[in-house]
């Protein structure tokens, strides 16, 4: 595992924006912005030359990128668009038409940008990540200036040349990069799970304790708009599956069995697929860790809300336990599809689901119950693959949010009956299984939509 310190702040892993897939879609409209930017800063007599600008596609980005709008989202990030603010109808819109071109400013010039200047490279690319994205300042065939990023899963990008992004070196109070030093530092220190957290967002951010707290409110709250749409919209997902939404469906079966001892899990299923519905529809949503699996914590944290009547206090000592988790893996495995299949995307969001449930219970913490939770349920995601059909975030997705957001709760109760003292995998090792497992499984079971499910499509 590597030994930097985790710098990522609460609020790039908990990121706003339109769905489907944040590594296709939220990571590639922040390099597209990126590169943008980059465009106004290169010396007049380059600019003057230009003539257009590609967008060169490998990889993951490549093989599902249609069905993840990553060229909309790239359109979007050239035309100077964030992912917080943009109107997912508006980003809907683009490329709708083929001869419609995209203004790019470069300078004093303005490039046009035409859809087919978009390029789904099918031949492999000498790359350290499976998503990866080349822009290109070009004039005629000769490329003037170009940029490649990665796309890392949950919206972070890196650019080639460039260290993590999310780990630009800050000085945390209380560093730690694995769980055995995150629980070390809680002892050494004497400080609840919730108190560390605060004080590192507080370092890595600059922002007080009042404003940090606040946007957390504000992040459960994107997440709970997200659930309250998903359980009004009917009708189907757009895309050729023509999918059905069944949030709908589920909260009214749900409403009209209050008595019965199944509806506290249909109502879960509701939530968790009303959020994931709205994801497939290019809605706004919450990575948790990521848009494929932005359904598992607003549905549990919906839950906990409305049916457990947590207060906020609790809510938000929640959310910095699921924080905890998603760091952790991220930092030593990974959360994208791409690099490690569901168990990446679900698998992690599940993990934290667990350690949320679990912190909202024992208002005091216990970091080994938190520890077993999450463990629990990574454990029993290993392996998952990653096989959407067509390359839409719906088959297995949409489901598969409930799924996860079940297996919390289970992991939840398996570990706060009595048992977390005797677990015997740690966190930090099941993680490193998740890598191991990650790096062994074949890539066409890494959101290529090459086997698995994905070869059903034919039969939808
Ligand atoms: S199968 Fe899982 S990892 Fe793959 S796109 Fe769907 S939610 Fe994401």
């Given at each position: 595992m590597t030994n930097q310190p985790i710098t990522t702040s609460v609020f790039d892993l908990f990121k706003v924006g339109p769905g489907p897939s944040s590594s296709h879609t939220i990571g590639p409209m922040k390099a597209a912005f990126d590169f943008r930017q980059r465009l106004s800063s290169l010396e007049p007599s380059i600019q003057q030359q230009a003539d257009a600008v590609h967008v060169l596609l490998y990889?993951?980005?490549?093989?599902?990128?249609?069905?993840?709008?990553?060229?909309?989202?790239?359109v979007a990030g050239l035309l100077g668009w964030q992912p917080e603010t943009t109107d997912p109808d508006a980003l809907l819109d683009l490329l709708r038409d083929s001869s419609v071109s995209y203004p790019?400013?470069?300078?004093?010039?303005?490039?046009?940008?035409?859809?087919q200047h978009i390029h789904f490279e099918r031949k492999r690319y000498d790359s350290p990540y499976a998503n990866t994205m080349v822009l290109q300042l070009r004039q005629g065939e000769q490329v003037l200036y170009e940029e490649e990023y990665y796309s890392v899963?949950?919206?972070?990008?890196?650019?080639?040349?460039?260290?993590?992004?999310?780990?630009?070196?800050?000085?945390?109070?209380?560093?730690?990069?694995?769980?055995?030093?995150?629980?070390?530092?809680?002892?050494?220190?004497?400080l609840t799970l919730d108190e560390l957290m605060i004080r590192n967002e507080m370092a890595i951010t600059n922002r007080s304790r009042a404003d940090i707290n606040q946007r957390i409110d504000q992040i459960l709250e994107f997440m709970h708009k997200a659930v309250r749409r998903g359980l009004r919209h009917k009708g189907t997902l757009p895309g050729s599956i023509k999918l059905t939404r069944k949030a709908p469906i589920l909260y009214q079966k749900a409403k009209g069995m209050s008595q019965s001892s199944d509806s506290f899990l249909i109502f879960l299923n509701a939530y968790c697929l009303a959020a994931s519905e709205e994801n497939a529809a290019g809605g706004i949503v919450v990575t948790a860790p990521t848009s494929g699996a932005s359904g598992v914590i607003p549905g549990l944290t919906y839950l906990a809300k409305h049916h457990f009547h947590h207060d906020k206090l609790t809510l938000r000592g929640g959310m910095l336990a699921a924080a905890?988790?998603?760091?952790?893996?991220?930092?030593?495995a990974s959360i994208s599809g791409a690099e490690m299949g569901c168990m990446g995307e679900?698998?992690?969001?599940s993990a934290m689901g667990a350690a949320f449930l679990t912190r909202c219970a024992q208002p005091n913490g216990s970091i080994s119950a938190i520890e077993a939770a999450a463990e629990i349920a990574i454990?029993?995601?290993?392996?998952?693959?990653?096989?959407?059909?067509g390359g839409y975030v719906q088959i297995p997705c949409i489901e598969r949010n409930a799924m996860g957001a079940v297996k919390s709760y289970n992991a939840f109760l398996l570990a706060t009956s009595g048992a977390a003292s005797v677990q015997k995998i740690s966190l930090d090792a099941v993680v490193k299984v998740m890598k191991a497992t990650g790096r062994d499984m074949s890539t066409k079971y890494k959101e290529t939509s090459e086997a698995g499910l994905a070869l059903s499509a034919t039969e939808c």
């Amino acid at each position: 595992m590597t030994n930097q310190p985790i710098t990522t702040s609460v609020f790039d892993l908990f990121k706003v924006g339109p769905g489907p897939s944040s590594s296709h879609t939220i990571g590639p409209m922040k390099a597209a912005f990126d590169f943008r930017q980059r465009l106004s800063s290169l010396e007049p007599s380059i600019q003057q030359q230009a003539d257009a600008v590609h967008v060169l596609l490998y990889g993951s980005l490549s093989a599902t990128g249609k069905g993840h709008g990553t060229d909309r989202a790239i359109v979007a990030g050239l035309l100077g668009w964030q992912p917080e603010t943009t109107d997912p109808d508006a980003l809907l819109d683009l490329l709708r038409d083929s001869s419609v071109s995209y203004p790019i400013p470069v300078g004093e010039k303005t490039l046009e940008l035409e859809p087919q200047h978009i390029h789904f490279e099918r031949k492999r690319y000498d790359s350290p990540y499976a998503n990866t994205m080349v822009l290109q300042l070009r004039q005629g065939e000769q490329v003037l200036y170009e940029e490649e990023y990665y796309s890392v899963g949950g919206g972070f990008i890196i650019r080639k040349g460039e260290p993590d992004v999310a780990s630009d070196n800050q000085d945390v109070p209380f560093p730690y990069s694995s769980m055995a030093e995150l629980k070390e530092q809680l002892k050494t220190n004497n400080l609840t799970l919730d108190e560390l957290m605060i004080r590192n967002e507080m370092a890595i951010t600059n922002r007080s304790r009042a404003d940090i707290n606040q946007r957390i409110d504000q992040i459960l709250e994107f997440m709970h708009k997200a659930v309250r749409r998903g359980l009004r919209h009917k009708g189907t997902l757009p895309g050729s599956i023509k999918l059905t939404r069944k949030a709908p469906i589920l909260y009214q079966k749900a409403k009209g069995m209050s008595q019965s001892s199944d509806s506290f899990l249909i109502f879960l299923n509701a939530y968790c697929l009303a959020a994931s519905e709205e994801n497939a529809a290019g809605g706004i949503v919450v990575t948790a860790p990521t848009s494929g699996a932005s359904g598992v914590i607003p549905g549990l944290t919906y839950l906990a809300k409305h049916h457990f009547h947590h207060d906020k206090l609790t809510l938000r000592g929640g959310m910095l336990a699921a924080a905890a988790i998603g760091f952790l893996v991220k930092h030593n495995a990974s959360i994208s599809g791409a690099e490690m299949g569901c168990m990446g995307e679900v698998g992690t969001a599940s993990a934290m689901g667990a350690a949320f449930l679990t912190r909202c219970a024992q208002p005091n913490g216990s970091i080994s119950a938190i520890e077993a939770a999450a463990e629990i349920a990574i454990e029993h995601h290993l392996g998952m693959t990653c096989d959407p059909i067509g390359g839409y975030v719906q088959i297995p997705c949409i489901e598969r949010n409930a799924m996860g957001a079940v297996k919390s709760y289970n992991a939840f109760l398996l570990a706060t009956s009595g048992a977390a003292s005797v677990q015997k995998i740690s966190l930090d090792a099941v993680v490193k299984v998740m890598k191991a497992t990650g790096r062994d499984m074949s890539t066409k079971y890494k959101e290529t939509s090459e086997a698995g499910l994905a070869l059903s499509a034919t039969e939808c």
